[in-house]
């Protein structure tokens, strides 16, 4: 089965298997997203999931943590952090 994720900022609609690491997805399609660390301590890649949010995997503790310290609202991610099991679109917020 294969998702489709739309990057807004750039109107880019790709297709991926499901379950996909959204990290990957947007290497791979060239994405306008910066990666720092990769391991969800530096916040680079902060999205808002604009729709489908519960197409994606619950956030860890510790990237939940972050989160709440940057007071981001719960369609905020970490995009090194998400798999996406369903349609999404996706906007870049960077720090």
Known sequence: MSVKVHFLLEDLLVEAPAGAALQRIADAAGADI???CRTGSCGTCRVRV???LAHCNEPSPE??????????PPDQRLACQVSV???????YLGI
């Open 34 to 36: 910066t990666f720092g």
């Open 85 to 91: 099991h369903g349609d999404v679109d996706i906007e």
């Open 63 to 72: 990237e939940r943590d972050f989160l709440k310290g940057l007071d981001a």
């Open 50 to 52: 604009a729709r489908g």
